[in-house]
């Protein structure tokens, strides 16, 4: 499996803009499905985002639609996470996920990285 490393968390204010970035190393030869998932304290781990090879098909938590923005650049093994419009409700451990299986599932994301805060006050 892939190794992930999530980066550009931090401690932003109600309304403001954060980007995320997950670098991936290891087995990264061939095709794989990227995703972000976060988890707030007393709160179970949660879908935020995912994105398919191609980067073609996206697919947001309907808590973050039109809000969120993920993307990758697979030259660099890269993906990212643009957050806008920055809610409390946003605070949480954020994850990136990676799964060489490309069904597009929410629930079968074998890979991930150790985290990276998020914290937004109001």
């Known amino acids: 499996q892939v190794q992930l490393v999530e980066s550009g968390g931090g401690l932003v204010r109600t309304g403001d803009s954060l980007g995320l970035s997950c670098v991936a190393s290891?087995?990264?030869?061939?095709?794989?499905?990227m995703g972000w998932f976060r988890q707030a304290p007393g709160k179970e781990r949660e879908f935020v985002s995912q994105?398919?090879?191609?980067?073609?098909?996206?697919d947001y938590e309907d808590s973050v639609k039109g809000r969120f923005t993920i993307s990758k650049d697979n030259a660099k093994s890269t993906v990212f996470l643009q957050m806008n419009s920055l809610k409390p409700e946003d605070t949480a451990v954020y994850y990136c996920?990676?799964?060489?299986?490309?069904?597009?599932?929410?629930?079968?994301?074998?890979?991930w990285g150790q985290g990276t805060q998020v914290t937004v006050s109001s």
């Open positions: 996920a990676a799964d060489r299986n490309v069904a597009f599932s929410r629930a079968t994301f074998t890979s």
């Open positions: 290891g087995d990264t030869v061939g095709m794989y499905r």
């Open positions: 994105i398919s090879w191609s980067g073609g098909r996206t």
